[in-house]
């Protein structure tokens, strides 16, 4: 009986990859942050209402937080627009 054996040591991920986010990954996270908080921050006013009949702060405070992750994903988007200078449609002529 042959036995097979492997030719060339095995090539794995865990070799390349320290375990650590790159650079480039870690600027893409601080370009994402505002957004990330914003979500965070609507998660948080909702999850308070969960157990209760929201009163009208908890709606204002709902309305506020939506209002900032638009903001921030607007903004987001617009950073990503400008830096990559790729055309936004919808604009006025």
Do not use: K
Request: charged share 25%.
């Amino acid at each position: 009986m042959n036995t097979i054996a492997a030719l060339q040591t095995a090539v794995t991920a865990a070799a390349l990859f320290d375990g650590e986010p790159s650079d480039l990954e870690l600027d893409a996270i601080e370009l994402e942050m505002p957004a990330i908080l914003a979500d965070v921050a609507l998660l948080d006013a909702q999850i308070m209402t969960i157990d209760r009949t929201p009163s009208e702060l908890d709606h204002q405070r709902i309305r506020r937080a939506r209002r900032r992750v638009l903001a921030a994903r607007r903004d987001l988007a617009n950073r990503t627009a400008a830096e990559s200078h790729v055309p936004v449609s919808g604009g006025a002529a």
